[in-house]
């Protein structure tokens, strides 16, 4: 994508050698020490992930965006980082794994650095020290000079032992490679987030998240100089990038709702997923299915997100009136799109991770069960047929992130292909389409694919309510 337009966007990204070095605690940390100085802080997040932003969003008081340049068009990105942007003071990115970890080993496709490269942002790396000293200015040399069109501009000790320790470390660094270290933390054992089977637990559930941001700022302004943080990240060139893309309503219609499941159970959805949606038209109406007795007034189309429907199987299902007012709307054909937490909240039960037996909805038949098995990746889909939302043989890219799988003796008709990779040589079929329900393990990203979000809006402005029967309301 070539462009004209440039914007000043001063911007970080914090990197990292590898996962659990302690990136998200301290770019929330950041986030939150730099928000009580006043400033407007946008968070980003590289990846598909979207626990690591409830965290940020929590403290930025704004919606952290996803950076994803497997999943989007790599050169959309700059765009999608200036729109979110330039009404900020200063753009945090955290980054994902280690600063070159991406889709294979080959390239760096969708890594921090490959966000870093296409995106000119200055890299701050949070290095975990413990048991060692020198050695971490050989760690700081490689990643500089692993490829030298990243810019490597800083570097956070972090889990530090002692000062001493942190200044034998600081000596080493700039001494032998010449990047500023801007400060070191210690081994805060409060700081430790708590962690289950898909990572940390996200900032929607119940928690003292509020209480650990402002720990975590405290710690950060007495021991990290924000000043020369701030110099870094004021360093960066202007930001290269086109206008956003901008989907035009058809219609204006404030009964087009698109109701959109939100509450601890699911809580795993792109706000660009719903800008887009209220782009092309629809009023988003958000509702717990764990809590509400009904659906948002207007529904005409459901988006039953990701999340942690495993974890909260006992509420849904005692939750007995939305479980029938969501297979009602199914059954009288209202578009019902569920992403993964929602495929699962969707079939006849979940036997959950103490192997206990939770009643669903039973639009979809079988039932969803946790394996302790973890399936995580990108993929590349095919369409299989034509429905409301895609249409036969259009390639998608997305990604999935479960412990369930779904067991059924039914032969569904499976809503994509799952093509093959390096690491996948068999293509496969999976999802499922019935009547106006499309459900799947994957997750999307409709900025790749704004059309989705059109027909979405399409198809809830065509639905019309219709009568239904008891027989199809208990799905008999």
């Known amino acids: 994508m070539h ?42 997040k590289v990846g598909p992930d979207y626990i690591d932003p409830t965290y940020h969003s929590l403290a930025a008081e704004r919606p952290c965006h996803n950076l994803d340049a497997w999943m989007l068009p790599p050169d959309l990105i700059p765009t999608v980082l200036a729109q979110h942007t330039r009404d900020a003071d200063v753009t945090l990115i955290e980054g994902v794994m280690g600063l070159f970890d991406g889709y294979g080993g080959r390239d760096d496709s969708g890594s921090s650095a490959h966000i ?53 470390v600081t000596e080493a660094i700039e001494g032998h490679v010449g990047i500023p ?50 110099a870094l990240a004021a360093s960066a060139s202007p930001l290269l990038a086109d206008a956003m893309p901008v989907l035009s309503a058809r219609t204006r219609d404030d009964r087009t709702v698109i109701a959109v499941a939100r509450d601890p159970a699911f809580s795993f959805l792109y706000e660009d997923n719903l800008t887009l949606l209220r782009q092309a038209g629809a009023t988003i109406a958000f509702f717990s299915p764990m809590h509400d007795q009904a ?32 297979r009602q709307a199914a059954a009288v054909g209202m578009p019902v799109y569920a992403e993964c937490g929602g495929l699962m909240y969707l079939t006849e039960a979940i036997t959950d991770q103490h192997e206990q037996t939770h009643a669903m909805v039973g639009v979809i038949p079988g039932q969803s069960v946790m394996s302790g098995r ?36 039914a032969t569904p008709l499976s809503a994509y292909t799952i093509l093959p990779d390096e690491w996948r040589p068999e293509p496969r079929r999976e999802g499922i389409q019935t009547s106006n329900v499309i459900a799947s393990y994957i997750h999307l990203h409709f900025l790749a694919y704004p059309e989705l979000a059109m027909r979405f809006v399409a198809a809830a402005a065509a639905w019309q309510p219709r009568p239904y029967h008891l027989d199809e309301a208990t799905g008999a």
């Open 181 to 230: 270290v801007l400060g070191a933390l210690g081994r805060e054992e409060t700081l430790h987030l708590p962690e289950r089977h898909l990572g940390l637990i996200p900032t929607a559930e119940p928690g003292r998240w509020r209480t650990w941001l402002q720990q975590a700022a405290d710690l950060v302004t007495a021991h990290i100089d924000l000043e020369q943080l701030l």
């Open 116 to 168: 870093a490269r296409i995106t000119d942002t200055p890299v701050l790396i949070v290095l975990d020290v413990r048991s060692q000293a020198r050695t971490a200015a050989a760690l700081v040399h490689g990643l500089r000079d692993f490829d030298r069109s990243i810019h490597v501009a800083g570097v956070i000790l972090n889990r530090v032992g002692s000062p001493k320790h942190a200044r034998m």
């Open 295 to 326: 659906l948002p007034p207007n529904t005409r189309a459901l988006y039953l997100c990701g999340g942690f429907p495993e974890l909260y199987a006992e509420v849904l299902s005692h939750n007995q009136t939305m479980r029938t007012a969501i």
């Open 374 to 409: 973890l399936t995580l990746g990108y993929r590349t889909i095919e369409a299989v047929s034509d429905n409301w939302l895609w249409q036969t043989g259009e390639i998608m890219r997305g990604h999935e992130f479960h412990y369930s799988t779904w067991h059924t003796a």
């Open 3 to 44: 462009t004209d337009q440039s914007y000043h966007c001063p911007r970080l990204l914090i990197a990292a050698p590898m996962s659990g070095s302690g990136k998200t605690t301290l770019m929330a940390g950041l986030i939150k020490a730099l928000a009580s100085k006043g400033l407007r802080v946008a968070p980003c």
